[in-house]
C-alpha cells in the first residue's frame, strides 16, 4: 500500500529529544523552542515568530490579538479547513465566505472588497497547497476598509509570493507543524508576528495571560497576570523534534519538489489530451511542493479514479467540503455571492500521495494507474 502521508523523520528527532530530556526542561520556551523561533525568524524576516501548540491555536492568537469581537465579520473562502473558521467564531465573529478561484483554489481576491460591510474586521486569505492567494490585491482592499489581514500559511511553509515568505505578509501569519505538514512536531505551529508592538500582547496571551516570558528573560523581578490569555507555548519534546526538521529543511523541500515534479511533467500527457487538470503556480509565486493534486471531470469520476487506485494499493484522497455546506457553516457563517467554483472545484480535486521520501519506483506506479485508468 503507498500511503498518502508519510510523518516526516529525518534522523536526529531521538537525539534532540533525548537533550530536552537530560536538559531538565521538558516544558516550553527552552532552548529548542528559542533554536526554532530564531530559525523561523531568520529564514522568513519576520519581527517575531512564537511556536504553538497547532497552526489553530496560532490562529485564535491572531483573533484575539486582532481584537475580534462579537458581531464582527471575517471575510475568507469557504474551501479551508475548518480551523481557518473556528478561531473567529470562537470569538463571537461571523465567518463571511467568499468563492475562490478555479486556477489555485485561493480566495478570488477580485470578490473580497464586494463582501466588505461596516461590520467587516479581518480577511483570512489561506494559501492552498502552499501556492500563494493574491496578497498585493488583498492587502490592498484591507488597508483601504482599516481591516486586519490574518494569513492561513498552514501549508505555506517556505513558499513565497513576490519574493516574500508566506505568513510575513499581513499583520499575522500561522504555520502549522502538524504531522501531515511539511515540517513537523506532531501537533504543533507557529504565530508570525509582523509589527514588533503586538510581540508583547502575544507573549503574555501565549503565556496563560502572564508575563511570563519577560520574567524569565529577566526583564522582570516577578510576573503576573496581565491580560486575559491561555495556554498556547508547545513542550521541549515537540520542539525538540521539530528543530531536527528546521535544521535540514531545505533538503526535505528539495526532495518534496523532486517528487511534485515528476508527477507534473509525467502526467502533462494526460492534461494535454484533456482527461485532467493539474495544479496552477502563478508566475509571482514559487510553492513549496506542500500538495500534488490533480483535477478530475466530475465528482463522479474522482470517486471512480479513488476506488481504482485503492485497488491498485494507492491511498489518494479528496479534500475539504466547503465549509458553508457543513451545519457549523450554516450556523456561523453566511457564503458571500455567487457560488460558482467554490462546490464543483472541491469536488473535481484529488491529492495523489505525497510526502518526504516518496520513492520514486512509487511516483512513477502511481503515475502508471492514474494513466491506465483514463488510456486503458
Ligand atoms: C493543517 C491546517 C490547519 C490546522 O493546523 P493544525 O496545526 O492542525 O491546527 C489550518 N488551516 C489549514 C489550511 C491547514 O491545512
Redesign the pocket.
Known amino acids: 500500500m503507498i500511503s498518502f502521508n508519510v510523518p516526516p523523520v529525518v534522523g536526529n528527532e531521538m537525539k534532540y529529544i533525548k537533550e530536552a530530556i537530560e536538559n531538565k526542561k521538558i516544558c516550553g520556551d527552552g532552548v529548542f523552542t528559542k533554536k526554532c523561533s530564531a530559525w523561523l525568524e531568520q529564514k522568513t524576516g519576520t519581527a517575531k515568530a512564537l511556536l504553538t501548540t ?4 496560532a ?1 485564535e492568537m491572531a483573533a484575539i490579538l486582532a481584537d475580534i469581537q462579537p458581531g464582527d465579520e471575517v471575510i475568507m473562502p469557504s474551501y ?2 475548518v ?2 473558521a473556528d478561531a473567529f467564531v470562537l470569538r463571537g465573529a461571523k465567518a463571511v465566505f467568499v468563492d475562490i478561484r478555479p486556477d489555485t483554489m485561493n480566495i478570488d481576491e477580485n470578490l473580497i472588497e464586494e463582501a466588505v460591510t461596516e461590520r467587516t474586521k479581518a480577511i483570512v486569505p ?1 494559501h ?1 497547497a502552499g501556492v500563494a492567494c493574491e496578497m498585493d490585491t488583498i492587502c490592498g482592499i484591507a488597508e483601504k476598509y482599516h481591516l486586519s489581514v490574518i494569513e ?1 500559511a ?2 505555506g511553509v517556505l513558499s513565497t509570493y513576490k519574493g516574500r515568505q508566506l505568513g510575513t505578509i499581513g499583520d499575522y501569519g ?1 504555520y ?3 504531522e ?2 511539511n515540517y513537523s512536531m506532531g ?3 507557529a504565530l508570525l508576528i509582523k509589527d514588533p508592538e503586538n510581540i508583547e500582547r502575544a507573549e503574555i496571551i501565549r503565556e496563560k495571560g502572564t508575563n511570563r516570558s519577560k520574567f524569565f528573560r529577566g526583564q522582570i523581578d516577578k510576573y503576573t497576570w496581565m491580560d486575559a490569555g491561555s495556554s498556547y507555548l508547545p513542550s521541549e519534546l515537540n520542539a525538540a523534534y521539530l528543530w531536527a526538521q528546521l535544521e535540514v529543511a531545505d533538503t526535505i523541500l528539495d526532495n518534496r519538489m523532486r517528487s511534485w515534479n515528476m508527477y507534473f511533467s509525467s502526467l502533462k500527457e494526460l492534461e494535454e489530451k484533456g482527461y485532467i487538470q493539474l495544479p496552477v503556480i502563478p508566475k509571482e509565486c514559487t510553492h513549496n511542493a506542500h500538495m500534488f493534486y490533480i483535477k478530475t471531470k466530475d465528482l463522479e469520476e474522482r470517486q471512480d479514479l479513488i476506488a481504482y487506485l485503492e485497488a491498485k494499493g494507492i491511498k489518494a484522497v479528496f479534500h475539504y467540503i466547503p465549509l458553508h455546506s457543513s451545519p457549523a457553516g450554516r450556523k456561523y457563517g453566511t457564503f458571500y455571492g455567487e457560488d460558482r467554483y467554490t462546490t464543483k472545484e472541491s469536488e473535481r480535486l484529488l491529492r495523489l500521495p505525497m510526502y518526504y521520501h516518496l520513492e520514486k519506483k512509487d511516483i512513477e506506479f502511481v503515475v502508471e494507474q492514474v494513466k491506465r485508468f483514463y488510456l486503458g
Open positions: 497547532s497552526c489553530t491555536h490562529t479551508t479547513f480551523s481557518t489561506v492552498y492561513d498552514a501549508q500561522c502549522s507543524f502538524h501531515t505538514k501537533e504543533g505551529g
